[in-house]
């Protein structure tokens, strides 16, 4: 007897726990379809020509600033001087 014939045969005896199969299925298979939305969105770049993408860094984009004390300062983006300077 099949693993599948097993599970039909127990969810016989077991109606109640039908729900919940149907429930964890379905939860499954919508995480599935989520991240595999999120990863044929426009912002992930499937990319293999380039082996180090953060050196190409677009001098627009925001990056956290670790360094700072002040809270407010932490994801103010970095002006283009100092990136130039530490790359």
């Not at 429930?23 to 293999?48: F, H, P």
């Amino acid at each position: 007897m099949s693993s599948f014939a097993k599970f039909i045969a127990f969810s016989k005896k077991n109606p109640v726990l039908i729900p919940l199969y149907v429930t964890v299925g379905g939860g499954a298979v919508m995480a599935g379809l989520y991240t595999l939305r999120l990863s044929l969105g426009e912002t992930v770049v499937w990319d293999n020509g380039n082996p180090a993408p953060w050196q190409s860094v677009n001098y627009n984009t925001k990056m956290m600033n670790l360094q700072s004390k002040d809270p407010k300062e932490v994801f103010k983006a970095p002006s283009a001087e100092d990136l130039r300077g530490k790359i």
